[in-house]
């Protein structure tokens, strides 16, 4: 007799079962759970949310008259408020600032925001009179290679996970432990060792 097929099946009859006594098995207590993701704002992924989309979040319905600066029925990416971690407005002065709706400021837009206009010259990184997208990246990429040069502690080019903690732990203390910034995690700049 050929015991091969039996085996295979009892085999394939345990893994089942234990796949499905795993599902049925509530979580332990402590044990993670997985986080909810977000229900997606622009759910026909046109690049807009209208009053339809925004109803499926309360706290955006209720301020889509005041955002739609346009009003057109539509919320763009510049009307679309942006939060940081602690709840406040992050990245609306920049466009606020930009009236023309260019996607840049000028010299003369700057004027509006005093401390902003007191940067510009710094800001402007390729000096072409504006302060752009591209400025902004040039910006975030200098304070990386600042960021890395400073956690490669023995210079070989790559970070260990010691290197990082410190560094890590080091950003974490001056900035009041809020994170990376816009540049986002350095981690992934560094190589592993």
Known sequence: MNKT?????VALLAITAGAALAQTQPAAAGTPQPVKAHKPLDTNQDGLVDRAEAAAHPRLAAQFDTLDKNRDG???RGEMPRRSHDG???GQPFADLDKDKDGRISKAEAAAEPKFAERFERMDAN???FVDRAD???ARKQRRDE???AADINKDGSLSRA???AAHAKRGGERGGRGHGAGGSPAKQASAK
Do not use: M
């Not at 097929?5 to 099946?9: G, K, N, R």
């Open 136 to 138: 902004r990246e040039v």
């Open 5 to 9: 097929p039996s085996l295979i099946a």
């Open 88 to 90: 406040k407005r992050h």
């Open 127 to 129: 000096k072409d009179g």
């Open 163 to 165: 290197e990082y903690d």
């Open 147 to 149: 960021w890395f040069v």
């Open 74 to 76: 539509k919320l763009d």
